[in-house]
C-alpha cells in the first residue's frame, strides 16, 4: 500500500471519528492526534516510532462502540507494517 492510500485511509478514519458522536473527548483527541502524526510523517523518512503502536491502541478503543473507526485505524495500522513502519 502507498502513501497517497494511508492518506486516503486516514481522511477516512478523521471523517468516521468527526461523526462519532458518543465518542469520549480523551479518545477522539488521542485518535486526532495519532492521525495528525501520522499524516506529517508519512511523506519523510523516519519520523514514525511508536505511531502504529499508537493507532492500534486506539484502534482498541474503538472496537466496542465504534467498529468502523476500529477498522478503519486497524487498516492503516496494518498498511504501515506491511511498509516496514
Do not use: K, N, W, Y
Not at 486516514?10 to 473527548?25: G, I, K, V, W, Y
Not at 511508536?50 to 484502534?59: C, K, S, T
Amino acid at each position: 500500500m502507498d502513501t497517497e492510500r494511508i492518506q486516503t485511509l486516514l481522511s477516512e478514519l478523521h471523517r468516521e471519528l468527526s461523526d462519532a458522536d458518543t465518542l469520549p473527548e480523551a479518545v477522539a483527541a488521542e485518535a486526532r492526534t495519532v492521525i495528525s502524526d501520522l499524516q506529517e510523517s508519512l511523506p519523510a523518512d523516519g519520523g514514525h516510532h511508536g505511531v502504529v503502536e499508537r493507532l492500534e491502541e486506539v484502534a482498541a478503543g474503538f472496537e466496542a462502540e465504534h467498529p468502523t473507526l476500529a477498522s478503519a485505524a486497524r487498516q492503516i495500522a496494518s498498511a504501515l507494517g506491511r511498509m516496514g513502519i
